[in-house]
């Protein structure tokens, strides 16, 4: 089992930055990649990025190219989201989710490949 606990959500102004942090623990050899969702009120679950644990390849869904980033520290477990440039339709409940089988490309988008998901923590964007 893996269990994951995401921090760093909060308030903020249109424009804005914040840095969300989903740090793993428990089986943690287990995860090939890791990836962050998002769920906004009455909407779908959406994929935001994803990356390859070993290869540090990434891959983000076009509504936040070039303004998120993901990073990863092997060392602490640990996968950060950089957000810049925040837009009110960025609110949403924020997931991070690990998986256990190998991926790269736009299969780091799909829910499916991950098998752990965190509780969540909440980015809410003002205009």
């Known amino acids: 089992q893996v269990q994951l606990v995401e921090s760093g959500g909060g308030l903020v102004q249109a424009g804005g930055s914040l840095r969300l942090s989903c740090a793993a623990s428990?089986?943690?050899?287990?995860?090939?990649?890791m990836g962050w969702f998002r769920q906004a009120p009455g909407k779908d679950r959406e994929s935001v990025v994803g990356i390859n644990w070993s290869g540090g390849s990434t891959y983000y869904t076009d509504s936040v190219k070039g303004r998120f980033t993901i990073s990863r520290d092997n060392a602490k477990n640990t996968v950060v989201l950089q957000m810049n440039s925040l837009k009110p339709e960025d609110t949403a409940v924020y997931y991070c989710?690990?998986?256990?089988?190998?991926?790269?490309?736009?299969?780091?988008?799909?829910?499916?490949?991950?098998?752990?998901w965190g509780q969540g923590t909440q980015v809410t964007v003002s205009s």
């Open positions: 428990g089986r943690t050899s287990s995860i090939y990649v």
């Open positions: 989710a690990a998986g256990v089988t190998y991926y790269i490309g736009s299969f780091l988008l799909r829910p499916g490949s991950y098998n752990y």
